[in-house]
């Protein structure tokens, strides 16, 4: 029967004739199943505006295309369809059964170590896994000049640390917008980014930060460590004290969790439990999704997360690495130093900072910051870097 309820999904719902297509395999329909299907393909193919499909018409072509004396046992077919049905639940209950008969083979492929048929299958499952309802976009109307003035005002953007960089994006970033954060490994990437969250639980905003890297307890520690401005030394010493004065300023607003590697519909499990006003990933390369390549890869990940963003209405922050280089060592970085850049992550963010490190700089307890990418303040001056007094122990930037 769930073969009928699915061709009624689909004839009464274009919507859902785009979400169930691609996981319908049409050599599993019956035969009659088969051919019917073949005239609803045809019928959206022909019209691209059509949103159903008209049962009478298609009836027609039936009975002019298939063979008059088997006509019958196709109309029997055809007139069995259900007349209503909800197609949401038609097509999450058709995706979960592919989801099933799917993960059956992957399990069987991979006994049988047929690498082939299991990276094949692991892509479809892995796209299973992230469709669970027939249109997952969400509309939000823009018409509101009173929400404009409230939303964009200085008062109510999300202020940004350290306080030099704020400055530079004329007040802070709004919810929706996505910075990027990158530099070679050991040059304060990490420091930089705790210092910014802990910015955030200073005004009382929820973060939700994902790691997929370093042990998450270490950045929590950090984390604390720069909200009761003391040293780790210090932290074991009188723990209980560098928690209370951590939590007094915003350590409860904190969510932290390790995913080995995580992916984005898994993301955006915890998101809709936690809530959050900033969602902190740490890092973004290191996310599972589709991509011949490191390029293409982090492309689809920048899109994926800038609709993640959109979606629940909170400000991102992710980090990544800066490309291999003979000049590794490298004081002011450029958008062409972040690893596999191009136009695909970049193009996504609307706010890349670039963490650069020298000897020198480390003997002044300095970073240079570079402003790779500043859509939040569009003045020259936007993009000009600055150097910042840096306090490893602590996790502080000024």
Known sequence: MIEQKMMAAILDSRAAFDKARKFIVEDELSPQGKLWYTLILDWYDNDAAAASVDREAVAERGKRAFPEKHFDTLLGYWNSIPVSVSPANVVTDLIELRRFSVGNQLCSSIQGQNKEKTQRLLEEYSELMKSDKLGTSIVRWTEDDKELAERLSRNNLIKLFPQSLNAKCKGGAARGDHIVIFGRPESGKTMFTVNMVSGFLRQTLRVLYIGNEEDTYKTRKRIICNLASCTPDQFEVET???????????????????????????????????????????????????????????????????????????????????????????????????????????????????????????????????????????????????????????????
């Open 240 to 398: 209980e004290k560098a928690l209370q004065v951590a939590r007094d300023r915003g350590l409860d607003n904190l969510r932290i969790c390790h995913m080995s590697p995580g992916s984005i519909p898994e993301i955006e499990e915890i998101v809709k439990e936690v809530k959050p006003d900033v969602l902190v990933l740490d890092q973004i390369r290191n996310l599972s999704a589709k991509g011949d390549s490191m390029t293409t890869k982090l492309e689809r990940l920048g899109i994926d997360v800038r609709n993640l963003l959109g979606r629940y209405d909170m400000l991102g922050v992710s980090i990544t690495q800066a490309r291999d280089s003979e000049h590794s060592g490298k004081e002011w970085l450029v958008m062409e130093d972040m690893d596999s850049s191009r136009t695909g992550l970049p193009g996504q963010a609307d706010l890349i900072v670039g963490v650069g490190v020298t000897p020198q700089l480390i003997a002044n307890n300095q970073r240079a910051i570079s402003l790779c990418k500043n859509k939040l303040n569009e003045d020259p001056d936007g993009r000009q870097g600055f150097i910042v007094i840096v306090d490893p122990a602590r996790s502080k930037v000024k």
